[in-house]
């Protein structure tokens, strides 16, 4: 014959089982709380990313259409009787940004010639879009307003190597910054504000001041 467990005993079975139900629902609560307080956490992260995503986008394509639009300036300046541009070709790889600057020519039979200076152009090109990258990573980085070209044009086409000099010396006053520059040239010293010349008397290096 089987003992029937009394009265007392099943209300405090039913008390501690109760207990334990009350504890599962209180702990499942709470972790249905903080389940939904990381799906917030992670929209507000996506959010959140997304506008940051979205000014680097901004503040790159902003960058890109300044340098776009400076060396463009630069190179028709330069070379006047030509139609020669910049154009930016943007890419994103893994998260990544890089910019690739393409040089594009029109010529007068129609024909374009579209590439990287370095590869597709002669060394005048190039040497603009070098002296003009400088000077954007100077005043964008916040340098002290000073470039220094030392015989940064020697292989400078003759024909265009005034106007260079008169560019240069436009740039100056617009951006308000000095270039100091070392150079064989002597068609340079007319665009120079100060121009000085190393001469040797008595055996000695002195400078000349030439205007």
Sequence with gaps: MLALPSITALRSNTAKAQGRRDAVAASLASVTTEIDTLENDEELLTLVSALFRKLIDQEV?????????????????????????????????????????VTVQKKANGDIIEGVAKDDFGGSVLTVQSVLLRVIIMLRRGHRPL????????????????????????????????ILMVTHNPALFDAADRSYRIVRKSGESKFERVR
């Excluded at 015989?151 to 008169?166: C, H, K, Q, R, T």
Aim: glycine share 6%; charged share 30%.
């Design 61 to 101: 394509t902003e960058g890109v259409k300044a340098v776009e639009h400076l060396q463009t300036e630069g190179l028709q300046a330069v070379f006047d009787d030509q139609d020669i541009s910049v154009k930016a070709a943007i890419e994103e790889s893994r998260g990544k940004v890089s910019v690739e600057l």
């Design 147 to 178: 470039l220094l070209l030392d015989e940064s044009l020697p292989a400078f086409d003759a024909n265009y190597i005034a106007n260079m000099g008169n560019f240069l010396s436009e740039l100056c006053k617009r951006l308000d910054i000095d």
